[in-house]
């Protein structure tokens, strides 16, 4: 995909902010208010540290939750960043930081980060509902820009690229994932039970590492795609 100006402007400020992916994409069948009246979003995704991932068998460890902890804030600060380099460029913007997205209900947002990074093409949401991309799997982390800048939006993700693999849900200590392949016309709690995982998830982090928060990961580690990011480069 040819990229203009403005994309290749706000991919590369991005890129120099810390983002490991970056893409653009067409807001326009989602609902008005979700997308807050813009067209159009940007994805910016940064990946975790594979030797963070490695980390993580039975359990999350101690240095998987400080970087989890804090990797809100870090997110936060590239897509207000992001969204002020965006106004700068004459466009208006609005950065989906933690204080700007509307929940509705519990575990679940109006316009969720990954909706952003599959109409962008970055990616698929896999059967253990994270995005999952070819270059790092599930272990990559996202946050979204809202804007009207005239972008060329990349041609968006609708079909699950996961087949006949069961790894995250064999691996699920939850029993959280049913195993059916994602398409945006799907609601999440066809095939993931958010309810479940955060509940299981809090109690083994508790009991294991003595936090009281729904944290995992094992999804995450044992992705064939996690797998190959791991082992292209050991660092």
């Known amino acids: 995909m040819q990229m203009n100006g403005a994309d290749a402007k706000i991919t590369a400020e991005l890129t120099r902010l810390g983002a490991d992916m970056v893409g653009f994409g067409n807001l326009s069948a989602l609902e008005p208010e979700a997308r807050r009246g813009f067209p159009l979003g940007i994805s910016a995704g940064v990946r975790v540290p594979r030797e963070l991932v490695r980390g993580i068998t039975d359990a999350p460890t101690p240095e998987y939750w400080d970087y989890y902890h804090s990797g809100q804030e870090t997110l936060d600060k590239l897509a207000d960043t992001g969204a002020e380099y965006v106004r700068s460029l004459g466009y208006n913007a609005l950065a989906l930081t933690l204080k700007n997205v509307k929940f509705v209900g519990a575990l679940r947002s109006e316009l969720p980060y990954k909706t952003v990074a599959t109409r962008a093409g970055l990616g698929w949401i896999g059967k253990c509902a994270m995005l999952a991309t070819e270059r790092f799997g599930t ?25 006949a693999c069961s790894a995250c849900a064999d691996a699920c200590p ?58 292209a480069k050991r660092q």
């Open 174 to 231: 939850a029993h959280a994932i049913s195993g059916k392949l994602w398409n945006p016309e799907l609601d999440r709690d066809e095939f993931f039970d958010a309810a479940k995982c955060a509940t299981v998830a809090r109690a083994r982090a508790k009991e294991l590492i003595g936090v009281d928060y729904p944290i995992c990961g094992r999804c995450i580690a044992v992705c064939p795609r996690t797998q190959r990011y791991l082992d």
């Open 139 to 163: 272990a990559i982390w996202f946050t979204a820009i809202l804007t009207d800048a005239p972008l060329t939006a990349a041609e968006p993700v609708n079909e699950s690229k996961c087949g």
